[in-house]
C-alpha cells in the first residue's frame, strides 16, 4: 500500500477557534489534492479540493493553501464547532484519473 | 450529490470462510472503482483498482488471491475475502469515481464503509 499512517496526530481546539490541519505530500508529480473528513465507523466525506496551479482556495469555513515548493497542504476550518469534530485526511491525485492516496490523517477533537 | 453504497455494512464470519462485500453507484455509472483498507487509526491504504470489465489492478504486497474482485457492470463491483483470518479483520472502504466531467470535475464519491471482523 501507500501513504498508510501508523498513529494519528491528534489536534485539539476550543469551539469558536480557528482550526488548521497541516499535511505533507509526498509525489511532486501529483496536481490534485482533495481535503476528506471522516467520522468514527464512516466513509470519507469530500470537504474541498484543489488545482496544482492554485495557490489558495476557499470554501464555506474552509480554507485550503497549497504550497508546492515545500509540498505542503493545510486546511483552514474557520470558527470551528462540536460537529467539525472528526479525523481530516488530505489526499493527492497524480494525474487527471488517476487514483487518490492519502496521507497519514489528523484527528480534530473540539472542546465545547 | 452522488452515493455510493456498500453492503454489508458489518460482517462477522469464522476464520477460513469467505466474505463478499458489494460496492454500488447508486446514481451514476462508474468504470472505475477503488477498494481502501483502513486499520483502526490509520490512513486509508488503495488496495486495488476495479475496471469494469476487465481484470483489477492490485497495489503492491496485496495478494490478489485473496481478495478477489469483480466489476461486472458499470454500477457493482465486489471484493471477495476468501479463506479470511483474523488479520483480515478491518474497514473496508469503496470509492465509485464518476467520470462525467473533465479531469478537474473527476470525483469520487465513496461509500460508508464495511467492518469485517474475523473470528
Known amino acids: 500500500g501507500e501513504s498508510v499512517g501508523l498513529h494519528l496526530p491528534t489536534l485539539s481546539v476550543q469551539e469558536g477557534d480557528n482550526s488548521i490541519i497541516n499535511c505533507a505530500y509526498s509525489n511532486s508529480a501529483s496536481d490534485y489534492f482533495i481535503w476528506y473528513k471522516q467520522e468514527s465507523g464512516k466513509g470519507p466525506q469530500f470537504i474541498i479540493d484543489?488545482?496544482?496551479?492554485?495557490d489558495k482556495r476557499q470554501g464555506q469555513r474552509v480554507t485550503v493553501l497549497l504550497n508546492k515548493t515545500v509540498k505542503h497542504l493545510s486546511l483552514q476550518i474557520a470558527a470551528t464547532q462540536p460537529g467539525d469534530s472528526a479525523v481530516y485526511f488530505c489526499?493527492?491525485?497524480?494525474?487527471?484519473?488517476?487514483?487518490?492516496?492519502f496521507g497519514p490523517g489528523t484527528s480534530l477533537s473540539v472542546i465545547p | 450529490g452522488a452515493v455510493v453504497s456498500q453492503h454489508p455494512s458489518r460482517v462477522i464470519c469464522k476464520s477460513g470462510t469467505s466474505v463478499k462485500i458489494e460496492c454500488r453507484s447508486l446514481d451514476f455509472q462508474a468504470t472505475t472503482m477503488f477498494w481502501y483498507r483502513q486499520f483502526p487509526k490509520q490512513s486509508l491504504m488503495l488496495m486495488a483498482t476495479?475496471?469494469?470489465?476487465?481484470?483489477?489492478?492490485?497495489e503492491q504486497g496485496v495478494e490478489k488471491d485473496k481478495f478477489l474482485i469483480n466489476h461486472a457492470s458499470l454500477t457493482l463491483s465486489t471484493l471477495t475475502v476468501t479463506s479470511a483470518h483474523p488479520e483480515d479483520s478491518s474497514f473496508y472502504i469503496c470509492?465509485?469515481?464518476?467520470?462525467?466531467?473533465?479531469?478537474?470535475?473527476?470525483?469520487?464519491?465513496f461509500g460508508p464503509g464495511t467492518r469485517l471482523t474475523v473470528l
Open positions: 489526499a493527492e491525485k497524480g494525474t487527471s484519473y488517476d487514483k487518490v492516496i
Open positions: 470509492s465509485a469515481r464518476d467520470q462525467s466531467g473533465d479531469k478537474w470535475t473527476d470525483t469520487q464519491y
Open positions: 476495479s475496471n469494469e470489465g476487465s481484470k483489477a489492478t492490485y
Open positions: 484543489i488545482r496544482s496551479n492554485m
